[in-house]
């Protein structure tokens, strides 16, 4: 493991409280980096893409960790969902949280979900406007097979850390106001001000894995 990214955990470690906590974002990580981190204390990853992420599960799975699927999650990979994440941190639309919902109840699965909510209003970004969530969320909410845990965001990335704590203020006032408590929000680039505002989830990748090596794959 790389020992400035090994410091670096260390440090951001003593910044947290009691209720939060950091996901090492693995994709694109070699296996042998996953398990120095794990090795180190770390037991929650996250990954982007279904196919990496299973690889890597089964590759892994004598070690005790707890893969979190972070990245857009398209229809037709929820088949593939099944027992494998603790969480799911992308769920971004009511359609994809009714499907996800009735694959679990079909294996009688609970499965822990962030729904993401496009609190900044960019047209790019994947995620409920915070509107139309307001309007919808008893429906959601009352879906089987999902347990709601909370709120994830991703604010723009070209922001200077400090223009983004607004939105993630925005994000905690809305869960705290629906009685949500957790909040997957904030990265390398801005996860200091995320904390500030009540982040419960931190999602950080080269700042814990070092920068990858060409001989990486």
Do not use: C
């Not at 180190?40 to 990496?52: A, L, R, S, T, V």
């Amino acid at each position: 493991m790389d020992l400035q990214a090994a410091g670096l955990r260390s440090e951001i470690l003593k910044k947290l409280k009691s209720n939060q906590k950091i996901l090492a974002v693995s994709k694109l990580q070699p296996i042998e980096k996953i398990k120095e981190l794990h090795a180190e204390g770390q037991i929650d990853f996250g990954e982007n893409y279904m196919q990496e992420a299973l690889e890597k599960i089964e590759t892994l799975k004598d070690l005790k960790i707890n893969w979190h699927l972070i990245g857009p999650l398209q229809k037709n990979k929820v088949k593939f969902l099944k027992t494998n994440f603790a969480y799911v941190h992308s769920v971004d639309s009511i359609e994809l949280a009714e499907l996800i919902s009735k694959k679990a109840v079909e294996i009688n699965h609970k499965q822990k979900v962030f729904l993401q909510i496009n609190i900044s209003g960019e047209q790019t970004k994947a995620g409920f406007d915070e509107n139309a969530f307001v309007k919808n969320w008893d429906l959601v909410k009352a879906l089987p097979g999902l347990e709601i845990v909370g709120l994830m965001t991703m604010p723009p990335l070209e922001n200077e850390p400090e223009k983004n704590r607004i939105y993630f203020k925005k994000l905690t006032v809305l869960g705290e106001t629906l009685g949500l408590h957790e909040f997957s929000m904030g990265t390398s680039h801005d996860y200091l001000v995320a904390l500030e505002e009540g982040a419960t989830w931190i999602r950080l990748g080269t700042i814990l894995f070092g920068q990858r090596s060409k001989l990486d794959k």
